[in-house]
């Protein structure tokens, strides 16, 4: 069954139970992103994708929502370039994006301002270097919700992160903020292989950063348990 | 840290194990009633019990405002700092209950014999000020703070009519004198797609803010295929300046059941639930009762039966599907919609959920025909309606009068203005509302009249401000609210509910900046296009309305 509907003026034909992202997306027109990845559960939580459909009160997240028959869809309406820019400006008066490269030329090409919100409190936090394998900067975390979702149902089952919090005051976090040793965390990684920000990063990219060469990195006893001797 | 002895624990939550994560709830409740917190060996325990990963026990209740991961007093004073009360000087008794007691809000004593905090509304604007001082109110403190009422908070109950608050006034009406459920016998006798007819002809929308026909949602619920269909009571009633529920579902019980049992019949469900919000504790027993006389009367039992879930201080639970999420032992984040509650709803259940005064008049509905019903009101708002009003009135209290009283008729019900001052300000429909003016007094309180006006029904609050009210207070308010409330789902209200205040924080302390006109219309229209649920959609209404009808306020001091 396919069903045709028109995007941006443009009669465009979709799968049933296509989304209209991926409908856009394959006919060229861009939406961006910033929380959906094709490998978690859309949850239509960043709102950035949003888009105007004819007959609607609110705008659509565009992840989310179904083509279907006679639809008429606007990616770019005022309303939409409005909420897309603000978003950006209240992400960048919030978080530190300086690793988020995507977020970054959003910006640009929104004409979205770094400085629009002046006196703002930011979230902030310190970093939390406690295991071998990564380390966690909630400083640049954008709530994309994503390595909560792969640790979960989304991939890995096991449950070892969650919200604090609530609100502007949300952070990811741990049973009583526990250690991740201390956590049922495998150390699989999928949460930093979905990360958008640099929020969570490899512990040894983290290192190289900081100037440690290969060699003193090799020496440092990340935990890494020596193998013995046969 | 101190040995914490989980003896006592096991006991109190043993009958929430079978319930697995939608325990979850009801046991940190039963803990918290232990411990008086909840420390890391307990949170470990439940979840252990009710096989809940840690940390999702964890951001549960992280989630919550009444769950506590620290320690705090034994007693725990709860002063409403919300629109209503703050007319009356909360702020001064919030202060001099902690400079009483040594402490800051927000602070325990050394001892921990006592935690003070300010709240969001409690639900009792009528009597104001109030606090909640464990499970009981204290209302109308007096000026200097030394006299009070203690328990239950008394009904104050008027109007042009008496029909949905007929058993209203006297305290808890025993299903005896209740009688029957009458129209829960007559519902039987017509059969249940008669019965949803009959309600679809009534015209009846709900009374919860989101103004939706309650047939419809009855006839999809209906036709929904499902293992179990359930029908929910939102009893979260939450929306400042609300009071309404708190008066029925303390006063006649047995109307909020028989509507329960009247949809149960109609769509089918064989489980309900009553979800009230953490802050009417003192209803809970009341509640209770009532549910075990109509067990006993036969009304409940095997073909239905209805259960009390006790919320934990969260505005969101009262959006439908975050509601649902709490039910299920999750944190109150809403889901996003479609699918809609009728089909995939609690559990992922077809669902029929209403708020109590809409579950109020379907034993009138059914009773006495949705012609008998349609004598009151207006041809798109009919029935009997529930005004909750408060603030500079002369008599503030629940009224009931029927749909189409104008604002005027109600405020002159009211006794008009306190103090023979002139109307300023009248905020219609709470803190999701918007702000109406003298001129907009002719207006009649329809669903119709009113969006025609462009003004919102919402919840039935009027919240009256006389003309020595400084406005940016209400705001500043309003922002502070929405900002302590939002979930953090979403991003345009989890940051914009944080912008809006950080701008209206400014305007209440005279330091408007360049640009904050623009800034917050723009952080306004965003929540409200783009927000996942009414919370964020709405979360600037009221201040969008103030903007419109002083602008001056949000101008830069020369």
């Known amino acids: 069954m396919t069903v045709t509907f028109l995007m941006d003026g443009k009669e465009v034909t979709a799968q049933d139970g296509q989304t209209l992202l991926d409908v856009a997306r394959e006919n060229g ?14 949850n239509a ?57 995507d977020i970054q030329a959003m910006m640009k090409e929104y004409g979205a301002r770094d400085e629009r919100f002046p006196d703002a409190v930011r979230r902030e936090s310190d970093i939390k270097d406690d295991n071998p394998m990564y380390i966690r900067d909630y400083s640049k975390c954008l709530l994309c919700w994503r390595c909560v979702q792969v640790c979960a149902d989304d991939a890995q089952f096991t449950y070892a992160i969650n919200f604090e919090g609530r609100g502007y005051e949300t952070q990811i976090g741990t049973f009583f903020d526990k250690a991740i040793p201390q956590t049922t965390c495998v150390l699989c990684g999928q949460c930093v292989g979905v990360c958008p920000t640099g929020a969570l990063k490899p512990k040894r990219e983290f290192l190289l950063e900081k100037g440690k060469t290969p060699a003193e990195i090799s020496v440092m006893n990340t935990g890494r348990k020596q193998r013995k001797p046969r | 840290m101190s040995e914490i002895n989980l003896t006592p624990l096991k006991p109190a939550i043993e009958k929430y194990i079978p319930l697995g994560r939608s325990g979850l709830l009801p046991a940190l409740h039963a803990a918290q009633k232990i411990y008086n ?10 979840a252990k019990s009710l096989r809940v990963p840690l940390a999702d026990v964890h951001g549960v209740i992280e989630f919550y405002s009444m769950y506590y991961n620290k320690p705090v007093g034994k007693k725990i004073i709860r002063v409403c700092t919300d629109q209503a009360c703050a007319l009356k000087n909360a702020d001064g008794l919030l202060h001099h209950l902690c400079a009483h007691h040594g402490i ?29 001082v464990d499970d009981q109110a204290e209302t109308n403190i007096s000026t200097d703070f030394h006299t009070y009422e203690v328990g239950t908070p008394r009904s104050i109950v008027d109007g042009t009519l008496r029909i949905l608050t007929a058993n209203c006034g006297n305290g808890p009406t025993s299903l005896e004198k209740y009688g029957k459920y009458a129209g829960l016998e007559k519902a039987q006798a017509l059969g249940r797609l008669e019965v949803i007819e009959e309600v679809k002809a009534s015209g009846l929308i709900g009374r919860g803010g989101a103004a939706f026909p309650t047939g419809i949602k009855g006839e999809g619920a209906e036709r929904a295929i499902g293992d179990q269909k359930y029908v929910v009571c939102n009893a979260d009633e939450s929306e400042p300046g609300t009071f309404k529920d708190r008066v029925l579902l303390n006063d006649d019980p047995h109307r909020v059941i028989e509507g329960m049992c009247i949809t149960a019949y109609a769509v089918g469900a064989t ?44 505005y969101i639970c009262g959006e439908e599907t975050a509601l649902f999420e709490s039910i299920e032992g999750k944190r109150g984040f809403p889901r996003v919609k479609p699918p809609f509650p009728t089909t995939f709803g609690l559990f992922g259940e077809p669902t029929v959920i209403n708020n109590v005064e809409t579950l109020c008049n379907l034993p009138l509905i059914i009773s006495e025909g949705a012609q008998g019903y349609r004598k009151f009101g207006t041809e798109k708002s009919p029935g009997p309606k529930l005004f909750c009003v408060s603030g500079d009135v002369a008599k503030p209290g629940l009224y009931e009068v029927s749909f189409g009283a104008t604002m005027r008729e109600l405020l002159d019900l009211a006794g008009g203005v306190a103090n023979g001052r002139k109307l300023k300000a009248v905020l219609l429909g709470g803190a999701a509302g918007a702000f109406a003016t003298e001129e907009h007094l002719d207006i009649k309180l329809t669903f119709e009249d009113l969006r025609a006006a462009g003004l919102p029904l919402g919840s039935g609050v009027v919240l009256v401000y006389d003309e020595t009210r400084d406005m940016r207070d209400a705001l500043h308010r309003i922002g502070h609210f929405f900002a302590h409330e939002s979930c ?13 205040m950080e701008i209206l924080n400014r305007v209440a302390g005279g330091r408007v900046l360049e640009g904050d006109f623009v800034r917050l219309q723009d952080v306004g229209w965003t929540m409200t296009d783009a927000s996942i649920c009414g919370l964020g959609q709405t979360a600037a209404s009221a201040v969008l309305s103030a903007m419109k009808l002083w602008p001056e306020l949000f101008e830069v001091k020369s």
């Open chain 2, 488 to 500: 953090g789902k979403c991003y345009p209200c989890q940051m914009g509910t944080q912008r809006q």
């Open chain 2, 37 to 46: 917190w909840l420390p890391e060996e307990v949170a470990s325990e439940i």
């Open chain 2, 271 to 314: 489980k309900g639930y009553i979800y009230i919000r953490g802050e009417y504790p003192y209803i809970v027993p009341v509640l209770e009762h009532a549910l075990s006389e109509a067990r006993e009367a036969g009304y409940l039992g095997e073909h239905f039966d209805i259960e009390i879930r006790v919320g934990a201080g969260a």
């Open chain 1, 29 to 42: 027109i861009e939406i961006p992103t910033i929380c959906f990845h094709e490998a978690t559960t859309a």
């Open chain 1, 45 to 101: 939580v960043c709102r950035i994708c949003v888009v105007e459909v004819e007959g609607m009160r609110t705008l659509q997240p565009s992840c989310i929502v179904k083509a279907a028959t006679n639809m008429k869809v606007q990616t770019r309406s005022e309303k939409v370039v409005r909420a897309r820019k603000t978003i950006l400006e209240m992400l960048s008066a919030t978080m530190d994006l300086s690793e988020a490269a």
């Open chain 2, 104 to 132: 800051e809000p927000h602070q325990t004593t050394e001892d921990l014999s006592l935690t003070i905090e300010p709240s969001p509304c409690l639900g009792i604007c009528e009597q104001a000020p109030v606090a909640l």
